[in-house]
Nanobody, 122 residues
Framework: VQLQASGGGLVQAGGSLRLTCALTGRTASPYIMGWFRQAPGKEREFVGAINRSGGRTEYTGSVKGRFTVSRDNRNDMAYLQMNSLQPEDTAVYYC????????????????WGQGTLVTVSS
């Protein structure tokens, strides 16, 4: 399984971005898909995740109501829609996958993408 995250860039505060995670090598449907981020000098933190069917999502508190995780199993893709972005959202964003259950712990994910940089200017 390989994951490829894309869609990062520079955006002004209050703006939006949509990140895409493409899963190759296997069909995406058996996998929980998660998003994490890592800001400079900080540990990697959980952002959100979605279950296999797309019917259940979980988010960290700081992004609830602003970020939305979704997926398209037909095309083996997952998405992170980010609205009302703030400078503190600046980080490298990673997508990850596991076959067990939604977890907020990075150690709960076996497969990782390479990361895409999101920079939010004030």
């Amino acid at each position: 399984v390989q994951l490829q995250a894309s869609g990062g860039g520079l955006v002004q505060a209050g703006g939006s971005l949509r990140l895409t995670c493409a899963l190759t090598g296997r069909t995406a449907s058996p996998y929980i898909m998660g998003w994490f981020r890592q800001a400079p000098g900080k540990e990697r933190e959980f952002v959100g995740a979605i279950n296999r069917s797309g019917g259940r999502t979980e988010y960290t508190g700081s992004v609830k109501g602003r970020f939305t995780v979704s997926r398209d199993n037909r095309n083996d893709m997952a998405y992170l829609q980010m609205n009302s972005l703030q400078p503190e959202d600046t980080a490298v964003y990673y997508c990850a996958a596991n076959q067990e259950f939604i977890s907020a712990r990075a150690a709960g994910y076996v497969h990782w993408g390479q990361g895409t940089l999101v920079t939010v200017s004030s």
